[in-house]
Structure formats: structure tokens, C-alpha cells
């Protein structure tokens, strides 16, 4: 393989890199976003059984459990959107919940302050997760496609600046700008390691060897 292969073969493995990000960040993240504002709703009150009954199966749509001060702690319910379950504090604040809808399973976890800092779903074209920070940026994201796992860090305006994949062919590492750009490649090929740097315009500057 000549130099000049092994330069266009890193030079795509750069942009497969921004594609996939780009993926995780939109796809896992939209799924999120629409499941999370479909909580905005009051549980009605459940009728209770008659004391002493004996059940053997219970067929409902939403169940509710309280604590001791009456406080609701879950919640699970089913509609046309899929099966939910939220899981909240003593203070009510939902901090876990968990979905499966027809894009799949979504987990997310938050903070006393009702933002979701850890969220983990499994779609059709992979699984992903993605942490924010307390400012609710995406800071990290990681998946795992057909082509492989990827690892992308993000800096608090929300650009990558850091992506680790490795495919079936190659593991690759770009580091990025403030602009998200990829001034830095590097790969192991088979015929051996290729590092190269890219100006601000993704233009191939130096390479190595």
C-alpha cells in the first residue's frame, strides 16, 4: 500500500469518525429529548383492592407506588408510545427512568436539579450513551455500530474535540480545534502506524511516516 493510500484511507477514517458522532448525538439524543417531555403528565389515582384479596395477576395500564408520607416514588405505565417506569426521591423528584418504545430501550438518569446527565439507549443502528455536564452539555458519548465502537469527548461549548474508534480494520484516535475540526489523525494500518496533521481547512499539512 503506498503512502498516499494510507493517507486517504486515515483521511476517511476521520470523517467516518464525524458521521458517527453526529449519529449518536442526534439520533440517542432526539429519542431522549421526546421521551423525557412525555413524562409532563399527573398520574390519576389508582382504586385499591378489597383488604384481604387474594390476586393472583393485576391487569392495568399505570400502576403508582407512595412511600409512607404519600409521596410518589414510581411510576409505571403503558400507552400508545410504549411502556414506561420512573423511579423518584423522597423529595419527588423523578431521578431514573426507563422506556421501550418502538426505537427501543432508553434509561436515563438525573439530578436533583430535573436535568438527565447520563442517558443509554439501544436503537436499530446501534447502542450509544451519552453523559452531560451540569450545565446539561453533552460531554461525552459513547457507541457501537456495525462499524465498530467510537469514543468522542466534547469541551463545555459543545465541540468534539477528542474521537477514539476502532473499526474492523484499524484502531484511529483525532484530536480536534475549538472549531471541532480534526487537526490531528492517527491510525494503525496494517502495513504499520500513520500520523498525520491537518491545517484549519482539513488539509493534509504533514505526515509520518
Known amino acids: 500500500m503506498t503512502t498516499e493510500e494510507r493517507l486517504e484511507k486515515l483521511e476517511k477514517e476521520l470523517m467516518r469518525g464525524r458521521r458517527f458522532n453526529r449519529w449518536l448525538l442526534a439520533g440517542l439524543g432526539l429519542v431522549i429529548v421526546a421521551w423525557i417531555v412525555g413524562w409532563g403528565f399527573r398520574p390519576r389515582t389508582a382504586g385499591?383492592?378489597?383488604?384481604?384479596?387474594?390476586?393472583?395477576?393485576?391487569?392495568?395500564?399505570?400502576?403508582?407506588?407512595?412511600?409512607?408520607?404519600?409521596?410518589?416514588?414510581a411510576m409505571l405505565s403503558v400507552d400508545k408510545d410504549g411502556s414506561r417506569l420512573s423511579l423518584s426521591d423522597e423529595n419527588g423528584k423523578i431521578r431514573a427512568m426507563l422506556s421501550v418504545a418502538k426505537d427501543g430501550p432508553?434509561?436515563?438518569?438525573?439530578?436533583?436539579?430535573?436535568?438527565?446527565?447520563?442517558?443509554?439507549?439501544?436503537?436499530?443502528?446501534?447502542?450509544?450513551?451519552?453523559?452531560?455536564?451540569?450545565?446539561?452539555?453533552?460531554?461525552?458519548?459513547?457507541?457501537?455500530?456495525?462499524?465498530?465502537?467510537?469514543?468522542?469527548?466534547?469541551?463545555?461549548?459543545?465541540?468534539?474535540?477528542?474521537?477514539?474508534?476502532?473499526?474492523?480494520?484499524r484502531p484511529g484516535l483525532s484530536l480536534s480545534d475549538e472549531r471541532g475540526i480534526p487537526r490531528v489523525g492517527l491510525a494503525v494500518l496494517k502495513d504499520g502506524p500513520m500520523l498525520g496533521l491537518l491545517d484549519e481547512n482539513e488539509r493534509l499539512i504533514w505526515k509520518a511516516p
Open 106 to 169: 432508553i434509561l436515563s438518569l438525573l439530578d436533583d436539579n430535573d436535568k438527565p446527565r447520563a442517558m443509554l439507549g439501544v436503537l436499530k443502528d446501534g447502542l450509544g450513551l451519552v453523559l452531560k455536564d451540569d450545565n446539561d452539555k453533552i460531554r461525552a458519548t459513547l457507541g457501537v455500530t456495525k462499524d465498530g465502537p467510537m469514543l468522542s469527548l466534547l469541551d463545555e461549548k459543545g465541540k468534539t474535540r477528542t474521537s477514539l474508534g476502532l473499526t474492523k480494520e
Open 48 to 73: 385499591a383492592q378489597p383488604a384481604g384479596a387474594a390476586v393472583k395477576m393485576v391487569v392495568a395500564r399505570l400502576f403508582i407506588l407512595e412511600d409512607d408520607n404519600g409521596n410518589i416514588r
